[in-house]
């Protein structure tokens, strides 16, 4: 037997008495083979209705960039810079940086537009490491966005200052049992 509750209109159109705010979320560790957990977060919550962007800033090789994202399910967008290669070191061509550069502001454009709820930033500690986003640039991203958007960012050796502010640190480690 299935029920159903219904809800009156007056109750819908009806503010929750305290809104619902973002988090910040982190997830680090030394290595760089975490991205499987976050990734399986994101779409269990683009699986329940929830828009969700993918953004992993060091990611190449495969001709996505901007004009091509990926699309999982109906609700997950994802996106990596244009480039031929994964980034591994600070040192990158003209032509590298303007591709991250406009990943960045398209990620701050669309994030502030409210488009989506949960918005994971991978590998973007190692992209401020490298200097290649500026720490100054990702707090202010955090502090002024909307209210309601939850942030997952990764990498290894996070800022303090993001860990400042953050509302969950995930550390995953590596054990060795014999």
């Known amino acids: ?7 009156p209109i007056s109750d819908l159109n009806r503010q929750l008495p305290i809104p619902i705010e973002g988090l910040v979320q982190v997830f680090t560790c030394p290595h760089r083979s975490f991205f499987t957990n976050v990734i399986a977060q994101a779409l269990r919550i683009a699986g329940q209705g929830t828009p969700v962007l ?6 190449g090789g495969i001709r996505q960039g901007l004009e091509h994202p990926v699309r999982l399910g109906q ?7 244009d480039l031929p290669r994964c980034i591994d070191t600070p040192q990158l061509e003209e032509v590298e940086t303007k591709a991250l550069m406009q ?16 918005v994971v930033l991978d590998e973007l500690s190692l992209a401020m490491n490298f ?3 500026s720490e100054a640039e990702v707090l202010e991203f955090l502090t002024t966005r909307p209210a ?20 969950q640190i995930t550390e995953l480690r590596r054990t060795h049992r014999p």
């Open 75 to 81: 609700h997950l967008d994802w996106l990596r810079c």
């Open 54 to 59: 993918v953004v992993q800033f060091l990611k």
């Open 148 to 167: 309601h958007v939850d942030v997952i960012l990764t990498g290894p050796d996070m800022p303090a200052a993001i860990l400042d502010i953050a509302d």
């Open 103 to 118: 990943l960045w502001q398209h990620t701050k454009s669309v994030v502030v537009e409210g488009k989506y709820t949960l």
């Open 131 to 133: 200097g290649l986003i």
């Open 1 to 7: 037997m299935v029920s159903q509750l219904e809800t």
